[in-house]
């Protein structure tokens, strides 16, 4: 022992100089195993996770974060802009001594060794708010994902020179903007849209806790999968509040029993169709921006209105498949489209691409209001507008006289062509003015021959309406529907009509701001526009569309069309009942409504006036609710003069029906009305006068002259035209008296365009020589007595079924009957709502 006390002794020095240099080689290889790679902390900002590009809408809601792909949705916080109870609940759960350590903490550290050691519950972590931060912000991934000693002390280092680096509020506020709380969300202004629906500065102490319970382990206490973890979690968090006096008992059990409302999805996503349409844009525009940038993007959306066209357009499908019982079969409609735009800037203000966008069997995912589809009769207003054009050979006004009634058109194809009206229902003579606003589709096609087609693609294309400019296969049934058009572009193309006859393309975006506060777009106060109409032709358009007298004949006096203030409105729909539309419009917005079935299966029924006119209606009585009545202003350079109703032409002093139109000065009519003409008539005969008329029986009566190819239906809608001076002979003396006018169980229509006194019946017998009387009887009342042949009385339409019979006086001085002759008269009905006629 001695010996070996000895031998220290000698080489004591030795032994120093060889632990001192052990001591060293170790502190060497400790260094460069802590500190040789360790990042520095001033590369805390390039770990920050990217921000994510928020769209909201026009006030500032958001709508939808876009992420990087390489990472999820992230949206940096300020600290005051956390709520104090939020800070509360993540200090208590994850770092106690926070405010009062150099950025590790030896006794929670030594604290959590124990306790696993133990193998009891985690209840805090050894690591520091800070140590995570540098964990989060300064090591790469493979590091993060390390459970070793040598990362924990790399960790330590880096917390303390983080701390020294900065302030505890700033290092507090990366944290809960990197902390990933699962369902791509980091940081927790992410978090609260994702399970809340709410931004973090909205986040009540509940959910607070929550979120602060799941952050040790997001994915294993996410509340939307696993509920009864995350609910633990939040009792540990409140539990550990009160323990370090953040909170009372009291207060923590009720926080505890605050029931939690989760929204609907943890991607959650305002008027989904225009997000998709703005990401697409901006996808044009700022391609690296757009994910790399953390881009503000503020729309033209009005998330309030949208609701409440999503709201409308749910509703009104319901109501179309669920009718009342014995009302009608259900119209298996599923989609529907609303589109809504300032006429005078472009701005959409709602888009609507399908009432549920992630209801697959409806294939709400489809944007109706950007797919093409048929439009119907949607079109006509352009047909009539550009057929208005002053330069034209012969323009057409709102009083051009069209004949509605059958007509066979050639087509390119040299084909045959003959469109009809809805049940087979014509008009007669009809001014423009009835003609576009009842929608009646005989005359619109005699308009677009009339206009030619090449005039009216170049037309269609000015206005926006490409596809329709593209097709190289029209023809006229164009003007009826037969083309493809989308929403959103047929929504701008009537904006021409109350801007003064501007086009102005759809606007989605009013600025983008990148993350810095660079403006990397500005929506200008004055758009660029082109005009492509006379705004004189624009505002007779508009004053057509909204005059509800004139489209009174086919949707009656009160129709969805009206919104209880000055507005115009156009309906459509496709004949296989495959789409039906309204586009309609006040001075200072443009609504379009599309129903249909985006999978194109056809409806049951179901017309652009009992279809989508009621999402128009309640869309438009909603949103402009407590907003001043405007009226369209007319421009100038219009004049008013008085014309004849029937014929459009100057009104002379047998038309008994008269009003005042506009007219583009150089259109005015110049030629007195045809239509009303006055005849001396025999009033023993019936038949005109003739020199050889005794003046005693000559009387003036007024006629309704019409083209001879409005003749038929003239005769069949009982309107008598002026006799000729031929007798109607009478027959041989051994006949029986028989009825010759009218034929038997004729049906009669009393017109509504034409004055009730004039639709008169021509009743006629025959009656054997010597007879010397007929007398009428209409139901076995005496209508009448005849003393002269040809036997002929006129008779007044009278609704309802009837039955006539002739009785004549013979030359004995007998008499005779006719058998009886039953024939109807009904009153013109236009078309119910519910039954528009299909093309309208």
């Known amino acids: ?174 944290y809960l903007n990197q902390t990933y709380f699962g369902n791509l969300s980091y940081g927790l202004e992410a978090a609260a849209r994702a399970y809340f629906s709410k931004s973090a500065m909205d986040l009540s102490l509940a959910e607070c806790a929550l979120l602060a319970g799941m952050a040790q382990n997001a994915v294993l206490h996410d509340p939307l999968s696993n509920f009864e973890s995350a609910k633990e979690r939040q009792e540990v968090a409140l539990r550990l509040m009160t323990q370090q006096g953040y909170l009372t008992e009291t207060q923590a059990a009720s926080a505890g029993r605050d029931e939690l409302q989760f929204g609907s999805t943890p991607f959650p996503i305002d008027a989904p169709h225009f997000v998709m349409a703005v990401w697409k844009q901006l996808e044009r525009t700022y391609p690296d921006e757009l994910y790399h940038g953390g881009l503000e993007v503020i729309t033209t959306v009005d998330s309030t209105w949208q609701r409440t066209a999503q709201e409308i357009a749910q509703r009104q499908l319901t109501l179309l498949n669920h009718p009342p019982a014995n009302v009608r079969v259900p119209a298996n409609a599923n989609n529907a489209a609303v589109v809504a735009m300032d006429p005078y800037t472009g701005q959409v203000l709602t888009m609507l691409g399908s009432p549920d966008y992630f209801n697959e069997s409806i294939d709400g995912a489809v944007n109706a209001a950007l797919a093409l589809r048929q439009p119907g009769s949607a079109l006509k207003p352009f047909t009539y507008a550009a057929a208005m054009n002053p330069d034209l050979p012969e323009p057409y006004t709102a009083a051009t006289m069209i004949l509605d009634v059958e007509t066979p058109f050639i087509t390119r194809k040299l084909e045959s062509y003959t469109p009809s009206n809805y049940g087979q229902v014509e008009h007669g003579p009809v001014l423009v003015r009835e003609a576009l606003a009842s929608s009646y589709n005989i005359p619109a096609v005699v308009a677009l021959e009339h206009l030619g087609l090449r005039n009216f693609v170049a037309f269609v294309g000015n206005i926006g309406l490409s596809n329709l400019a593209q097709n190289t296969d029209v023809d006229l049934s164009i003007t009826l529907g037969g083309g493809e058009v989308r929403l959103v572009d047929l929504v701008q193309a009537y904006s021409i009509f109350p801007n003064g006859g501007y086009r102005i393309e759809p606007q989605y975006i009013l600025s983008v701001t990148t993350h810095d506060g660079d403006v990397l777009y500005q929506w200008k106060q004055q758009p660029l526009r082109q005009q492509v109409l006379d705004e004189r032709i624009a505002y007779i358009i508009s004053d057509i569309l909204s005059d509800n007298n004139a489209r009174i004949p086919s949707f009656g006096e009160v129709s969805p069309l009206q919104i209880g203030r000055p507005a115009a409105a156009k309906t459509g729909t496709t004949t296989d009942f495959r789409d039906n539309w309204v586009v309609g419009y006040t001075p200072n917005l443009v609504v379009g409504v599309w129903v249909g079935n985006a999978d194109n299966t056809p409806m049951v029924e179901i017309t652009g006036v009992s279809g989508a006119g009621p999402i128009y209606h309640q869309f438009m009585r909603r949103v402009l609710r407590g907003q001043p009545e405007l009226t369209f202003e007319r421009p100038e350079g219009l004049t008013r003069v008085e014309v004849c109703s029937l014929s459009g032409q100057l009104p002379t002093s047998a038309c008994t029906l008269t009003h005042s139109e506009w007219f583009i000065p150089g259109t005015e009519p110049t030629e007195e009305d045809t239509f009303y003409q006055v005849f001396e008539i025999d009033r023993e005969t019936g038949l005109l006068a003739d020199d050889d008329t005794p003046p005693e029986t000559i009387a003036e009566q007024t006629f309704i002259v019409l083209p001879q190819e409005a003749r038929d239906w003239a005769s069949h809608h009982g309107i008598a035209q002026p006799p000729t001076g031929a007798m109607v002979l009478a027959p041989d003396a051994d006949d029986a008296v028989r009825l010759l006018e009218p034929d038997p169980y004729t049906v009669f229509e009393q ?78 009905q236009p078309p119910q709502p519910h039954t528009v006629p299909v093309g309208q």
Request: proline share 6%; hydrophobic share 40%; glycine share 6%.
């Open 751 to 828: 017109s509504p365009i034409v004055p009730p006194e004039t639709q008169r019946l021509r009743l006629t017998v025959g009656a054997p020589t010597g007879t010397q009387q007929v007398s009428y009887y209409m139901d076995d009342v005496s209508i009448g007595r005849v003393t002269e042949a040809p036997w002929t009385l006129w008779w007044v339409l009278d609704l309802g079924h009837h039955e006539l019979v002739a009785e004549a006086v013979l030359a004995d001085g007998t008499t005779q009957r006719s058998d009886p002759v039953p024939f109807t008269v009904v009153e013109y």
């Open 1 to 174: 022992m001695r010996r070996l006390f000895r031998y220290f002794k000698r080489h004591l020095r030795l032994i120093a100089l060889g632990t001192g240099l052990v001591a060293l080689l170790g502190a060497v290889f400790f260094y460069f195993w802590v500190f040789y790679d360790l990042p520095p902390v001033e590369n805390v900002q390039a770990g920050l996770k990217l921000p994510s590009t928020r769209i909201y809408d026009r006030n500032g809601v958001l709508l939808y974060e876009i992420s990087p792909p390489e990472q999820g949705r992230s949206t940096p916080l300020t600290l005051e802009q956390v709520p104090q109870h939020c800070i509360d609940a993540f200090i208590a759960t994850e770092d106690a001594n926070y405010w009062f350590h150099p950025g590790v903490d030896i006794e929670g550290i030594l604290r959590a060794l124990w306790i696993n050691l133990r193998g009891g519950d985690v209840i805090a972590g050894g690591s520091t708010i800070t140590q995570q931060t540098a964990r989060l912000l300064l090591l790469d991934p493979n590091q993060q994902a390390e459970r070793t000693l040598q990362r924990k002390l790399k960790e330590a280092v880096l917390a303390i020179q983080l701390q020294n680096a900065t302030s505890k509020e700033d290092v507090l506020a990366m």
